[in-house]
């Protein structure tokens, strides 16, 4: 620790950070633009000034830039020295030359940085007394919108989209006053992570497009902690509503996870909500008319539950709560995981590893920190978008640790990128067809499933000879594994990636073979899995059979009812195999959100809510169990959790008469009660009836604005606000205003900063976990429980096979997922449907790019274009993952390519 | 008096060749410096007390101190900085055009002595025929074996390049010069790290003036005394002055250091013209503050420049007459500076440009008697440390100087809303 | 697309440097010889050339003021107007150049024979007032000299 003296009043402090962060540490309210706590400083905006003494003699002082000084022992400085906040003031004011003061029109108006800065330093008055410059903005495609007039030059949006997330089109242009921040071209901002713009831009400048459809104030919104339900990773959002509407997801900070930033299918993936593809009724197919109300529903489905073998059908996007309550509903024996049963085999083998406690299974943030990794068979970008962009920062730890050798320190983001040049850490790949991360790799290379799991065996191999090699290696890929064996061997956090994109369950043996490899040497080796779907390790944990074992049960007759938990099953197995399961049906119940291919089976359709109108429990790839809270209550009264309908009919079949039908007590506390392997899931976030001084925690903020007018067109007078029975949030704006247990966290605001800069004051440290530590347990063993083996089955070597071609699917971060799609904007990203196929196999079926094949994957047909790609090894063909019209397609696949002939 | 710089460079005459330079004692310097250790060389420098020649006075050999010696593999690289844009200097052009190998001479010493093997020319796009002579007489060092590999059987390699600029003052700033050789835009990096610790494609760098490289091979050649005693004054050495503006003879003289301001304008640049009569000075210039008729006597040395409230900057001068308007000078300036600004930092970028409207304002006569705050502010917060590089504090000089001793100028425009010289 | 005789050079520079972006300014240079100036085409090219996105490569040459992004004359005039040159009285050398040309700083003529263009000092301050056209420097400038130089370039 170090003692620095600020304003002449002593402070205990960490040494290594700079002055502005341990200021704002410390509670200052220093003011800031161009510093990120995840980016680093630059110093270029000098608005954190402060007055830095040579020692306690010293009167006179320098002014210097804080976030640029290193916190050495025995600082003195000041914060409140005139002259330091004098040139703060100047420093808005210059900024303020130029900025359009459009605040009453600005989508940032009230939750704006730089407006918090301008009243923090006290500018006031104007007298800049000419005319301003002006810029043209640009169209930058669906999501972010460009307004160049309010930039203050702060140089955040550049660092972040290039340097940090690896951003080709976008960057500063000219000189002196006339820098302009954008594209070379009006056009679509390709970067995935584009829409943190929004969140890093100090003003009006970069916002969400999304949210300019249905705008509405940050301070009117209902907001609530969530968790984001499109990807496997589990990022911490925040989404906004208002009038019913979602309006709004913001990235919400959790450490240990997602840090500050989130994806672009996570933030603007939300319009499912608001589509109006919405189920809105419950339905009994065959009845007239066939929306119905709840008394009626209940007692139809009494009728039929009474009378035929019902099994339930679970899902890996419904949450724990959810599952949990349809298994209680069809007893344990009778449920079964919505899952094929690859993937379920995949699950088990990921779980076997994850229970033995043996290796160490990495949070988001610690990847960030790995100095050696090796991918085996994703495609990150597209399949775990975060943990892409978090390699992209782990590939910068080596140099930033030899930079400390000649004491660059690591928030000196400007020193330390011309220091390190192009230089990057050890990044490995290998995939079957070219990812964005080759370009950061150190070498990639593109292979068959097979043939990605015999390297990583080979590389377990090299590290423990117990480990088990694989039979007739070329010497090239040998000498390949060799290299990177001791790449890891030699690197201080090695982690390896793997996960369950290609269906193939040899690449996650060879994967955990070499964390054990690692581990027997003594090293911390992390292993990764990247899985499915946002609760997919939560549903495999629940250890149920596959939707494969459901079908065979049905066709035994063993069954003949099933109800389906918010799975669409057409997504799940070949078209051919999921009409047959439901051919044995004689009754389909489905609850879900959407209509989709499997509502339109159902003879009972239930609405249900989306993950907005619902709490819950889900429980990301690294076991990190964490609870989203229903943002607002719909004025559509059907639109109810999964679990309350299915834990009300539970009651109503056990004989409670509906109006004594009551919530369900905890589920968790149920549900871990039955299946210890939870056991903490049901800690993550404070129970229902926590309260602070006897208050709930407001969804909405203390400005919310309308709420008695809102309605007026309808009714004067006020409405009662819900209630919500479930959680400690309440749907008002009355309640504990100051900050709550981080897991129920529903908006960041403190007084004086309206912008999403006062996570600050949320922090233990900056940067560091949210105070009371950061939301989330995680479930599986931290230390060894159970000896593990190295795992064999090493298949063979991968032959292109005459006539047939392994058909591999290639996940797109934007129309690969089932809910994201829904967003215009994202369905606009989307690929065609197309058929990739490698160039050798092209010349011999004589196509070129564009020409259409006609794919035969048993007895399905497509008709597709061609992607011709150089990389992918030859027999392989590749098709984009359950996008629109290529979903129905049981993985792994085989198929046959031709010519189309017209 | 002696002039090494210069002695062999004549106007009437084109610049020396390798032969005509090795024939005058030409890359002595370099035969002798392979003799010595690299830190001797660096010691030597140091003690004659050579100062950057290049604007900040730094001692030379002090900096090259700071270069990491003990990695023999280290690629480690040596700049000449020739981007000479400061307005009102055009001292280098001379050394450039009158004799090139003096300043490859003086980098292969300076490379040896950081163990550099690796250099560049940064050379400004205008001095084309300085291009065409540097290049030409790279290629005579190399083929004379004074570049290359195994330099003159040492063992030591050294390449050399030239490079061109395509505009940009702040090319010439050293931290974003390397940025522009790196293929960048040219906005400054800061320090620490030095760049004689992460330079040119984060390696260790020195970057040099040319008149000050092209001092080494002669303290090489005759000591680190001599080079003293060719001043009388506490700055060691000779300089380039130089003179623009509205005096009889304006021209460049290499002369002892510490040579005052009146002996420059008046015996070597042949006094004021007929009928202009001196108001003020840059002295080094169009980052100095002016100095007035009180300083004519000072000497044009570091520290008497600095004593006086000015810098000796580049040492070339320029001269603000009485039939000039200093309201309109200043702007101009101002001007040049606000265009030139690299756009990085928020005073610099911002402030510049609105010092430039004020001025612009009052040269019009519509300024404003509240305007001379606003100047005065910009002046008190643009100061060195509150940007981000020298830029905009180099900017600042002239003006508050200017608000200083021609403040009833101002204000005359500002009361009889009109320029009194339009 | 680039010449070859483009890209000969273009590589030659890009063997001189560690990494091959570095080489990027010399590409710019190259390519506005050969063509005056920087086309969206020609800068989509290099950047292609370099491996560069176009952002990329247009933050660079944006950033230098004698990188050409639109079309210029035959001829350009760099006429310096910094401090020795305007003591000297470069506003009179423009003047008489706006009234034989017709043009503005920033523009080109009709014939596009000039395009006339502010240089801050041009490093011959002695013999101020100074302009360059293309390569040539002309010193203590009179308007009448000016017109005889003129002359000169077709
Ligand atoms: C805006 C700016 C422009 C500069 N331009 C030049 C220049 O054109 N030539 C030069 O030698 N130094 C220039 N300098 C000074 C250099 O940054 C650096 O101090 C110098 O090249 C070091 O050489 P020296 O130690 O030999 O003086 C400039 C500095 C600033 C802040
Ligand atoms: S656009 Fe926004 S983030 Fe980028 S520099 Fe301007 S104000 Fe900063
Ligand atoms: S935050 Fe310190 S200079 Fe911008």
Redesign the interface.
């Given at each position: 620790m170090a003692v620095i003296y600020i304003d002449d009043k002593a402070y205990e402090v960490k040494p290594g950070k700079n002055l502005l962060e341990t200021c704002l540490t410390l509670g200052f309210n220093l003011p800031y633009f161009c510093w990120h706590p995840a980016m680093g400083s630059v110093g270029a905006c000098r608005q954190c000034a402060v007055k830095l003494f040579k020692d306690e003699q010293d009167t006179n002082g320098r002014i210097v830039m804080s976030c640029m000084e290193a916190v050495k022992d025995n600082m003195h400085l000041s914060v409140d020295d005139h002259t330091a906040k004098a040139f703060r003031s100047q420093v808005i004011e210059w900024l303020m030359t130029n900025h359009p003061h459009d605040c009453a029109v600005c989508d940032e108006g009230g939750s704006c940085h730089l407006q918090d800065m301008t009243v923090m330093t006290g500018h006031t008055y104007r007298r800049f007394q000419y005319k301003k410059r002006t810029y043209k903005n640009q169209y930058l495609g669906p999501f972010i919108n460009h307004e160049m007039n309010r930039c203050i030059q702060c140089y955040r949006c550049v660092r972040f989209y290039k340097d940090y997330a690896g951003g080709k089109d976008l960057d500063v242009f000219a000189a002196h006053n006339h820098v302009y921040f954008g594209r070379a071209q009006d056009g679509m901002l390709e970067n995935e992570f584009s829409g943190n713009l929004a969140e890093v831009c100090p003003t009006g400048v970069f916002t969400d497009k999304t949210l300019k459809e249905h705008y509405t104030r940050k301070w009117d919104m209902t907001m609530a902690p969530s968790i984001c339900q499109h990807c496997s990773l589990g990022c911490n959002i925040i989404a906004g509503e208002r009038y019913g509407e979602l309006r709004q997801i913001t990235s919400r900070f959790n450490g240990e996870v997602n840090g500050y930033f989130i994806c672009d299918r996570g933030r603007f993936g939300y319009e499912l909500v608001n589509s109006i593809n919405r189920v809105q009724q419950p339905l009994i197919r065959g009845k007239i008319p066939d929306a119905v109300d709840k008394q009626s529903l209940y007692n139809h489905l009494n009728e039929i539950l009474s009378n035929t073998k019902v099994i339930g059908i679970a899902s890996p996007r419904a949450s724990l709560e959810s599952n949990f309550t349809l298994m209680q509903l069809v007893g344990k024996e009778n449920f079964y995981q919505g899952i094929s049963e690859t993937e379920a085999q995949l699950m088990r083998t990921i779980l076997h590893t994850m229970n033995s406690g043996q290796i160490h299974t990495p949070s988001l943030k610690e990847t960030e920190k790995a100095d050696a990794v090796l991918v085996l068979g994703e495609d990150l970008t597209n399949a775990a978008p975060l943990l892409a962009l978090a390699l992209r920062q782990a590939v910068r730890k080596k140099t930033i640790e030899n930079a400390g050798q000649i004491n660059i320190p690591s928030w000196h983001d400007a020193a330390l990128r011309e220091f390190a040049q192009q230089e990057k850490g050890e990044l490995f790949i290998a995939y079957p067809t070219q990812t964005k991360l080759d370009e950061i790799a150190s070498d990639s290379r593109h292979k068959s499933p097979d043939d990605i799991a015999r390297l990583g065996f080979a590389i377990a191999n090299y590290l423990n000879i117990m480990a088990p090699a694989p039979e007739g290696m070329d010497d090239d890929t040998l000498k390949y594994a060799r290299q990177i064996a001791d790449i890891l061997k030699e690197a201080e956090r090695p982690l390896i990636i793997c996960g369950t994109s290609l269906y193939n369950e040899a690449i996650l043996k060879a994967a955990s073979n070499i964390a054990f490899a690692l581990d027997t040497k003594d090293k911390k080796a992390s292993l990764c899995f990247v899985v499915p779907e946002c609760n997919s390790m939560g549903l495999a944990m629940m250890q149920a059979p596959s939707l494969n074992q459901a079908v065979e049960v049905l066709e035994k007759g063993e069954a003949d009812t099933v109800i389906i938990l918010e799975n669409d099953l057409y997504r799940r197995g070949s078209k051919k195999d999921i009409d047959n399961l439901f051919n044995h049906c004689k009754q389909v119940i489905v609850l879900d959100h959407l209509h989709n291919d499997t509502t339109n089976r159902a003879n009972v359709l239930i609405p249900v809510g989306t993950f907005a109108e619902a709490d819950g429990t889900i429980v990301n790839n690294e076991g990190r169990a964490q609870c989203f809270f229903q943002v607002f209550m719909p004025k559509n009264e059907n639109l109810r959790e999964s679990w309350r309908w299915l834990d009300e009919f539970r009651q109503f079949k056990n004989g409670t008469s509906p109006e004594d039908l009551t919530t369900p007590g905890d589920l968790m506390d149920e549900m871990v009660g039955l299946m210890s392997q939870f056991k903490g899931a049901e800690t993550v976030a404070p129970p229902a009836d926590f309260r602070i001084y006897g208050q709930k925690v407001p969804r909405e903020p203390h400005r919310y604005s309308g709420r008695t007018a809102m309605l007026a067109n309808i009714n004067v007078s006020e409405p009662k606000p819900p209630e919500d029975p479930d959680s400690a949030l309440s749907f008002t704006m009355e309640g504990y205003k100051g900050i709550p247990p981080s897991p129920l966290i529903p908006f960041y605001w403190s007084p004086g900063w309206n912008s999403v800069q006062s996570i600050n004051k949320y922090q233990t440290e900056i940067g560091g976990p949210l105070l009371g530590g950061d939301p989330g347990k995680r479930l599986f063993p931290e230390t060894p429980v159970a000896e593990n083996a190295f795992l064999n089955n090493i298949p063979p070597a991968f032959k292109p096979s005459p006539g047939e071609w392994l058909i591999v699917p290639l996940p797109h971060i934007f129309g690969s997922e089932e809910l994201s799609i829904y967003t215009p904007g994202i369905a606009e990203r989307s690929p065609k449907p197309y058929v990739a196929i490698s160039k050798h196999d092209a010349e011999n079926l004589n196509i070129s790019e564009s020409d259409i094949m006609q794919v035969q994957i048993r007895d399905q047909n497509y008709a597709l274009p061609a992607r011709i790609k150089e990389e992918l090894p030859q027999g392989l063909a590749g098709i984009p993952f359950n996008i629109p019209g290529l979903s129905g397609i049981a993985w792994p696949a085989k198929g046959i390519l031709t010519k189309a002939v017209i | 008096m002696e002039t090494p710089l210069t002695q062999h460079i004549s106007i009437n005459r084109p610049s020396l060749n390798l032969k005509d330079y090795v024939s005058v004692g030409g890359y002595q310097a370099v035969h002798r410096a392979i003799t010595m250790a690299p830190q001797e060389i660096t010691k030597m420098v140091q003690d004659s007390n050579l100062k950057g020649r290049g604007g900040a006075g730094f001692n030379t050999g002090m900096k090259w101190s700071f270069v990491p010696m003990n990695d023999a593999a280290q690629t480690k690289y040596l700049i000449a900085n020739a981007d000479e844009m400061e307005p009102g200097t055009f001292k280098d052009r001379l050394l450039l055009e009158g004799n090139p190998h003096q300043l490859i001479e003086g980098m292969i010493v300076s490379a040896y002595a950081i163990q550099a093997n690796i250099s560049y020319v940064f050379l400004r796009w205008a001095y084309n025929k300085a291009a065409r002579l540097i290049r030409y007489a790279i290629d005579e060092a190399y083929a004379a074996g004074y570049l290359g590999k195994n330099i003159l059987g040492t063992g030591f390699n050294l390449e050399m390049h030239l490079h061109t600029g395509i505009g940009r003052y702040m090319c010439g700033e050293e931290t974003a010069l390397l940025n522009a050789l790196e293929g960048k835009r040219a906005t400054p990096r800061t320090k620490p790290p030095f760049p004689q610790v992460s330079g040119l494609f984060g390696k260790p760098t020195i970057v040099n003036n040319v008149e000050t490289l092209c001092n080494i091979p002669h303290i090489i050649n005759k000591g680190a005394d001599w080079f003293k005693s060719l001043s009388p004054g506490a700055d060691a050495g000779t300089k380039l002055y130089g003179i623009s503006g509205k005096v009889n003879k304006p021209g460049l003289w290499e002369l002892p250091m510490g040579t005052t301001m009146r002996q420059l304008i008046e015996e070597h640049a042949g006094g004021m013209k007929n009928g202009f009569k001196f108001r003020g000075a840059l002295p080094g210039g169009a980052s100095t503050d002016f100095l007035v008729e009180e300083h004519l006597d000072i000497k044009m040395d570091y520290k008497s420049v600095a004593a006086a409230g000015s810098r000796l900057g580049t040492g070339t001068m320029i001269i603000l007459d009485d039939h000039t308007c200093p309201v309109g000078f200043v702007h101009n300036l101002e001007h040049f500076f606000a265009q030139e600004s690299c756009g990085w930092c928020t005073p610099c970028r911002e402030g510049l440009p609105w010092t430039e409207k004020i001025l612009l304002s009052i040269e019009n006569g519509e300024g404003r008697p509240e305007d001379l705050e606003l100047l005065e502010m910009h002046t008190k917060y643009m100061g060195p440390g509150n940007t981000f590089c020298a830029l905009a504090p180099g900017a600042m000089e002239p003006l508050q100087s200017g608000l200083k001793y021609f403040r009833e100028d101002f204000e005359k425009h500002i009361n009889e809303k009109k320029c009194p010289w339009r | 697309m680039l010449s070859a005789e483009e890209i000969m050079k273009i590589d030659h520079e890009i063997a001189?440097?560690?990494?091959r972006?570095?080489?990027?300014?010399?590409a710019?240079?190259i390519v506005q010889d050969h063509r005056g100036w920087i086309s969206?085409e020609s800068?989509e090219a290099i950047a292609t050339h370099m491996d560069m996105?176009?952002?990329?490569l247009?933050?660079?040459a944006?950033?230098?003021?004698?990188?050409f992004r639109k079309p210029v004359g035959r001829n350009i005039i760099?006429l310096c107007?910094?401090?020795?040159c305007?003591?000297?009285g470069y506003e009179k050398i423009y003047e008489h150049l706006e009234a034989r040309l017709h043009i503005k700083f920033g523009e080109t003529t009709p014939d596009a024979r000039f395009t006339l263009l502010p240089?801050?000092?041009?490093?011959?301050?002695?013999?101020?007032p100074v302009l360059?056209i293309n390569?040539d420097?002309y010193k203590n400038l009179t308007n009448d000299k000016l017109d005889e130089i003129l002359k000169e370039y077709k």
């Open positions: - | - | 001189l440097v560690p990494v972006k570095a080489a990027c300014i010399e710019l240079k969206d800068l996105s176009a952002e990329e247009e933050s660079v944006t950033f230098y003021n004698l990188i760099l107007d910094s401090i020795s305007y003591v000297m240089n801050p000092c041009l490093g011959a301050c002695d013999h101020a360059m390569d420097l």
